[in-house]
């Protein structure tokens, strides 16, 4: 990892040549989303729009000819949070921030996927008896259509979630490199840190549990609300792993966990990071001068 750094901020043709050769590679535009971040962290935004134009071609391309977007919203997704971090240093505001941004990807994923999305949600309202059993059948016909009407939105809001979260791991890869080249374990004291407060985080639960009383639209606020919540858990494990020094094991055993029972251990990072805001786990064990990972000043 550190070599895919060096050799990105050895030069503006580096840069431009990982950004612009990741974007054009369909599994590969989350690295190229990364190294532009690391650019646009490190010499911002004057020097970075070369690079960030000419990465922004490839995915550009990906869009008009083969009907995908993703290369194009996750690179001008994370370098708009990388903006966020580098004028805030604040990870809270970049995550919140995120989810304006999820909404945007949910209005173009609605616009170029709305026939796709439409036939799947038509065959998940199929199945709803079989996977609801008595449940179904307990409902009225107004109940019934209510439900159908969310499936459509939710499914929207979480293609746009899975976005919003690539978006912020490629910032976080970006700023991983910035602190591995110029302020080695910055990042790991910042990232330990990430805490939602508690008004927020209240807001972010009212959005996930009250969005849809309030319009089938509002159904993708819940997934796209979660989003920080899960960003936050998941760092209070790693402040409290590295506070009691634990071995990594412990991490490893989560990501494979949230891998592999990702319906399980999802949700439980976000009760786990709405507890943390009202109770506040690491209040006294986390140092107050908490380093920046961008190695500047």
């Known amino acids: 990892m550190r070599a895919i750094a060096e050799f990105i901020m050895r030069g503006r043709m ?59 919203m ?27 941004m999820g909404l945007v990807f949910s209005v173009v994923l609605g616009a170029v996927y709305r026939p796709h999305i439409e036939i799947l949600a038509q065959e998940l309202v199929k199945i709803l008896p079989l996977a609801l059993g008595d449940l179904y059948q307990q409902l009225s016909v107004e109940e019934r259509a209510r439900l159908a009407a969310l499936i459509a939105p939710v499914l929207t809001g979480l293609i746009a979630a899975l976005l919003q979260i690539v978006s912020v791991l490629s910032l976080i890869i970006g ?41 089938s639209q509002m159904a993708m ?8 919540l899960v960003f936050a858990g998941l760092a209070l494990i790693h402040g ?21 029972f990702m319906q399980l251990i999802y949700p439980l990072l976000v009760v786990l990071a709405i507890v943390d805001s009202l109770i506040d786990f690491r209040g006294r064990l986390t140092p107050k001068d908490v380093d920046s990972a961008n190695g500047e000043g």
């Not at 690179?75 to 995550?95: D, F, K, M, Q, T």
Request: hydrophobic letters at 55%; one cysteine or more; glycine letters at 10%.
């Open 175 to 215: 700023r991983y490199w910035q602190a591995l080249l110029y302020n080695p374990g910055g990042f790991g004291r910042e990232f330990r840190a990430i805490r939602i407060p508690l008004g927020p985080a209240m807001l972010l639960l009212a959005c996930m549990l009250l969005g849809p009383n309030f319009g």
């Open 14 to 72: 580096q840069a431009t040549l990982v950004v612009a050769g990741c974007a054009a590679l369909p599994l590969l535009y989350w690295l190229g989303a990364a190294a532009g971040s690391l650019v646009l962290l490190r010499r911002g935004l004057k020097d970075a729009l070369g690079v960030l134009a000419l990465g922004i071609l490839p995915a550009l391309i990906w869009w008009l000819y083969s009907d995908d977007p993703r290369a194009l």
């Open 221 to 228: 606020l819940t997934p796209l609300c979660s989003v920080p």
């Open 74 to 100: 996750v690179l001008l997704g994370s370098s708009g949070l990388a903006l966020v971090l580098r004028a805030s240093e604040s990870w809270n505001r970049v995550l919140l921030v995120s989810i304006a």
């Open 240 to 260: 409290l792993v590295a506070e009691k020094r634990l071995a990594k094991f412990w991490l490893v055993g989560l990501y494979v966990t949230l891998l592999l």
